[in-house]
């Protein structure tokens, strides 16, 4: 369990919520862990096989605390919540923002240093790691700083528009893959990396990349509908049928920290081998069965690492970032936040 910005995360498999008064309850094996107010509680996260009464479900749409149930791979199921009085508005203010251009290009701003930052922070790790990489890696480290600096010295002048910030953030991209090799240190014929190839995947690490992004997506979408935002309305990303285009927004700053660093430690630790993956007739490359297990395993485990959050100044397991990212995005919307305070890791 984890209370983080008044909102009650259940994490522990076979927790059984209750109702005491005017207290949620909160037991598991039949001993009481928990007991919480309602009046202290905006919502309320199951993030695992758990279940709660019926009256508290009841207790809980009376008193405006959301109840929101996502899967263990992240996706969200569904929302138990009484009459809808903030998300509509919530919701609302989300779409005018998105129409707005310099709105819009104020929360993309948001996000893509943050990007930025994180990529350069592997960089930097790498470096301090590996001295012998310091060669290929610092340069791209520099172009990386430098691409920050030039962004913020435009939104100062007011001249850094949505399309600029996309601009930087592709360009800060291709920088970022171009050296992603670099970064591999053992069992290079088998996890040689030659650039980002999607749909599909064209080698092992390409396949690894986008399998972590895919279970970082759904974790991102439980959470943003977990706090009533539209998971399909970005500032960033534009509008496309199918597309979750605010939780790419938000997994741009998430991914060099939760996915790539897995991905780089599951390689260079010789966790995983070339032999766990096959070869599609149209090229594309796939993880076997065992090699999915391992990295769904390690995933797991490396989102239950406590990790100081920058912003809110506390341990938060990573797992849980998403839905701080998501909750603080939401405040910074209804007006409770001057700015939208991205994850840049320190």
Known sequence: MKKLLNTLFVSSRGTYLSREGETIVVTREKEVVLRMPVHTLEGIVLLTESSLSTPVMGFCAEHGVQISMVSDSGKFLARVQGPVRGNVLLRREQYRVAEDPARSAAAAFAFVPAKIANCRSVLLRAMREKSDRRLVLEPASTCLARSLETMQARHIAGTLDVDRIRGCEGDCASEYFRIFDALITTNKEDFRFCGRSRRPPLDRVNAMLSYVYMLLMHDIVGALESVGLDPYVGFLHTDRP?????????????????????????????????????????????????????????????KQEEVQHPFLEEAVPLGLFPYAQALLLARWLRGDLDAYPPLIWR
């Open 242 to 302: 199918g597309r979750a285009s605010l939780a790419l927004d938000v997994m741009e700053e998430l991914r060099a920290v939760m996915a790539d660093r897995l991905v780089l430690t599951l390689i260079n630790r010789r966790q995983v081998d070339g032999d766990g993956f096959s070869v599609e007739p149209n090229g594309a490359v796939k993880m076997d069965e065992p090699t999915r297990r391992t990295l769904l395993r390690e995933w797991q485990t490396r």
